[in-house]
């Protein structure tokens, strides 16, 4: 079956300027997990959702990043007012539900470079 | 809280050696661990994970990962190693209490192959 998908894989902005990325979790996950991976920080947990709700937003960096997912299913992340350190590569994963030992299955990616 | 760290962050192994990727962790509780591998341009995959049943545990492509509490260690190997495993590999932890799904990760081992 289909994996994790994400669009735009590359994405180059002007700083300042606002991103939106989407993520389209595999069919019937209910969990859904965005990380970020940069050189200067490795692999970072940003939020995770739980259906529509994100119980965990300890991750984001600051108040210019923020997701939604509506219906359950597909996920967005915004930035807003784009810096130069927020260029990377912006993970989402999805699993079948939380808790447990459940496999997260990972999306392959999204480039962001902001100039 | 939780941790983990990866010694050596680029490992050099000739073709059919042994592979030996370390990996220790810290955690607050009982944990969950993984392997994922990353190839370039691509997104995570998992090679296998410790869930608190067997202690040895054994995925794809031929490797596996012994689990031992007393040494807080997760270290993956592989008997013979293939050009295909080049690669970077990750070792990551979650807590296995309610509420706590993120992972962790470490920062992350560049494997090689020499032919």
């Known amino acids: 079956g289909a994996g994790v998908s994400q669009s735009p894989s590359n994405k180059v902005t002007e700083k300042g300027k606002d991103v939106e990325l989407r993520c389209d979790p595999i069919?019937?996950?209910?969990?859904l997990y965005w990380y970020r991976q940069s050189l200067g920080q490795g692999l970072e947990f940003l939020i995770y959702f739980q259906g529509n709700s994100a119980p965990d937003k300890s991750g984001l960096p600051s108040d210019r990043f923020s997701a939604e997912r509506t219906g359950g299913s597909v996920s967005t992340l915004t930035i807003q007012r784009t810096q130069q350190e927020d260029s990377a590569v912006y993970l989402c994963?999805?699993?079948?539900?939380?808790?447990?030992?459940?496999?997260?299955?990972f999306g392959p990616g999204t480039r962001l470079l902001v100039l | 809280a939780q941790s983990v760290t990866q010694l050596g962050s680029h490992v050099s192994v000739s073709e059919g050696a042994l592979v030996l990727l370390r990996c220790n962790y810290s955690?607050?509780?009982?944990?969950?661990l993984f392997w994922y591998v990353q190839y370039p341009n691509q997104g995570l995959q998992l090679l296998l994970k410790y869930t608190s049943a067997a202690t040895l545990v054994k995925g794809i492509n031929g490797f596996e990962a012994e689990f031992k509490k007393s040494e807080t260690s997760f270290h993956l190997t592989k008997p013979s190693a293939h050009m295909s495993d080049a690669a970077e590999y990750f070792c990551?932890?979650?807590?296995?209490?309610?509420?706590?799904?993120?992972?962790?990760f470490g920062t992350g081992t560049r494997l090689t192959i020499i032919p």
């Open positions: 994963a999805s699993s079948l539900g939380t808790g447990g030992s459940g496999t997260q299955y």
């Open positions: 955690s607050s509780v009982p944990p969950y």
């Open positions: 069919s019937g996950h209910t969990a």
């Open positions: 990551a932890v979650r807590l296995s209490n309610f509420g706590n799904e993120k992972l962790t």
